[in-house]
Nanobody, 127 residues
Framework: QVQLVESGGGLAQAGGSLRLSCAAS????????MGWFRQAPGKEREFVVA????????YYTDSVKGRFTISRDNAKNTVFLQMNSLKPEDTAVYYC????????????????????WGQGTQVTVSS
């Protein structure tokens, strides 16, 4: 069992920045591929970015490439999402999630493949 707790959401203006954190407790954090997903009102939860167990590999959805950066600190059991150049369309509840299945891109981008989820943190970007 892994417990995930996100923090760092809030209100930002377009062009601004926010940094999300996701603290994990329970099983060995470094065993898990970690991902960030988001869900806007009336929309399905969607993949944002994932990071491999060691942090050596990352994969971003096209809409956030060059603006968002994922990182992890396995010693501190934490994964981060630095969000720069925010846009109103980034407004959503952001969730971190973990899975041990695989780094295969078809797996890391799919909601159903993640076993553990945080409670979510709201990010609102005003224009």
């Amino acid at each position: 069992q892994v417990q995930l707790v996100e923090s760092g959401g809030g209100l930002a203006q377009a062009g601004g920045s926010l940094r999300l954190s996701c603290a994990a407790s329970g099983r060995t954090f470094s065993d898990y591929v970690m991902g960030w997903f988001r869900q806007a009102p009336g929309k399905e939860r969607e993949f944002v970015v994932a990071i491999s167990r060691s942090g050596s590999y990352t994969y971003y959805t096209d809409s956030v490439k060059g603006r968002f950066t994922i990182s992890r600190d396995n010693a501190k059991n934490t994964v981060f999402l630095q969000m720069n150049s925010l846009k109103p369309e980034d407004t959503a509840v952001y969730y971190c999630a973990g899975q041990r299945r695989s780094w295969n891109i078809g797996i890391v981008t799919t909601v159903a493949n993640y076993d553990y989820w945080g409670q979510g943190t709201q990010v609102t970007v005003s224009s």
